[in-house]
């Protein structure tokens, strides 16, 4: 196992802001995982489990503990079947599984991070979401133990999953038999959509709210005329406005600062509560 002292998060994640890590953890093998947790547990320092940080804000003090899982990026497939470790890159193996046929995967097209971070915030969109096709996750328990969970025990819903208390090791996929041709088309048209409604060359973090029922965050964001709206270097996309984005060196207090005052501006003016898509370290 690799052991770091004070590792800088910020060049870590999209948003690229945040403090250090005062230990960071870099497993080699899956046993090593409950070793970093009971070390951390000894010495009473929160463990949080780094992916490709796109959904994730870091504060600028930083935090005590964070375990990456850089060195697990196997991935494999036959048919409709796949594995892959949670810290393979997510685009790479969405990419892998439509060359290899695999239905379903069109919908997964252009999200960003690892697939240890996709299962547990059951990453996806309109089409589809990853929850849909998970057959059984190897995960370490709270307590250190290794298991294996059947989809049914994931908990999988809107952005959100029983898993996010364990730390995500391996996913044995499901695909449905596909057609090589139509999925990479499908793909090419979900990609387009986004390029043209989302931001998705500037530093962020995705959507940072979660779309309250029977409603879209992005368009209650801009109906309150926030599109444009900045604190220091962190502005509301005027493409998308529930993209925040880094644009000229922004700390995290200047995103978490613009993240209170939409939220104030809409309750104030449409009375609803928009709570937090990203997580905040
Ligand atoms: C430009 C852009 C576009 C995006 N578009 C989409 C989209 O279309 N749909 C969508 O759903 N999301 C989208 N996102 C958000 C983000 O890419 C997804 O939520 C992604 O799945 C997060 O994966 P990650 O590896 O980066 O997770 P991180 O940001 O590193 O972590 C997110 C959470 O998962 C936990 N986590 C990560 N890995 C593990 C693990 N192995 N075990 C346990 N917990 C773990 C972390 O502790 C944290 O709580 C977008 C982001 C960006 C920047």
Redesign the pocket.
Known sequence: MILKRDEPLAPR??WKVGGRAEYFFIPERHEEVPQAMSYCRAKGLEL?????????LVRDEGCPAVLS?EKFRHTDGYGPFARAE??AS?PAFVKKVADNACGGSEALA????????????????HHG??GEFVRRVK?VEPDGRIVTLDRDACGFRY?DSD??H????SVDFEFTEGDRAVIRSRMREIVTK?RAS???HGR????VFRNPPGAAAGRLIDECGFKGARVGGAVVSTVHAN?LMNEADASAGDLLALIHQVQNRVRESRGVDLEL???VW
Do not use: H, Y
């Not at 690892?114 to 915030?121: C, K, N």
């Open positions: 994640t999209s949080r489990v780094l992916g490709g940080g796109t959904n994730l899982l949670a810290g997510f252009g999200i960003p991070g690892t697939v240890g971070g996709a299962l547990v915030m059951n990453a996806g969109g979401e990853i995960c952005r898993l996010k364990r730390v995500i090791l986004k989302q931001p998705l962020s973090a995705g959507c993209f898509e990203i997580k």
